[in-house]
């Protein structure tokens, strides 16, 4: 029997929210201590704030400082990555600058990259892929894809032969999005849920993640986890639906819904 508590690490995608104060941060908490009470809460965040700018070093040195031993981070891949074709050498340096006082702190343990709508499936869309796995040497790499194209078993050999993870994605059933198939090419499985409301999908902003799952709806992802952490040494499993701290609601859910025992206590 696999061991779930050993295998799945679940958690948010980002934790710096004011709207989640109430609903999850207690009130009052200022915000410099929301990563130290996200940490007592959750093992792992994924950072989504480095896609829109590469911090300093200096930041993640401090991230790592306020978690506790064992605390794991995923940083998302810069725009100019996955957005813009970038292949200034200086994106990459100060990327990988960036990140090293996790590494240092032994709580980075890879990078996701998000690809948009419009990356399709095709030789240049491939050929960069084999690039930033290139730049982004010695670490794990999962990468998420928005069109179907990228839906077919011969790219997820590609993405094996290139040791990139896949991302499993639950979002809005929308023409050309991608199915909720759960995959892993490499040692390491990953899931991101987005929510699945269709009406502000394509508005974008934060009320494209206003979704609050049902345990009917996180039900149909059970089975496909419990394959995933099967399959893999350790799989991660995210909630982007952080509009007003329903990511974390979410989680917790998950969690109770998949037997684990927890200690955590979400104020929810």
Known sequence: MVNLERK?????????????????YPKGLPQRDFLKYYASQFPVVEVNATYYRIPPPRSFE????????GFMFVVKGHQDMTHRYSRDPSVYASFLEAIQPLETAGKFDGVLLQ????FRNDIKERDHLAFLRASLPGMRV???FRHESWSKKSVMEYLRSLSLGYCSVDEPR??????????????TGYVRFHGRNAETWWTGGHRRYDWEYTESE?????DRIRQLAAETDRTYVFFNNCYMGRAVKSARLLRRMLGLETELTLGL
Request: proline share 14%; glycine share 10%; with cysteine.
């Open 8 to 24: 799945l690490c679940i958690g948010a995608s980002g934790y710096s929210y004011p709207d989640w104060t109430g609903a999850f």
């Open 62 to 69: 401090i991230m790592a400082a306020k978690t506790p031993p």
């Open 115 to 118: 690809f948009p709508f419009a």
């Open 142 to 144: 999962w990468v998420e």
């Open 174 to 187: 929308l023409p050309g999005l991608m199915p909720p198939v759960a995959v892993a090419t490499t040692d």
């Open 218 to 222: 996180l039900g149909e992802w059970l």
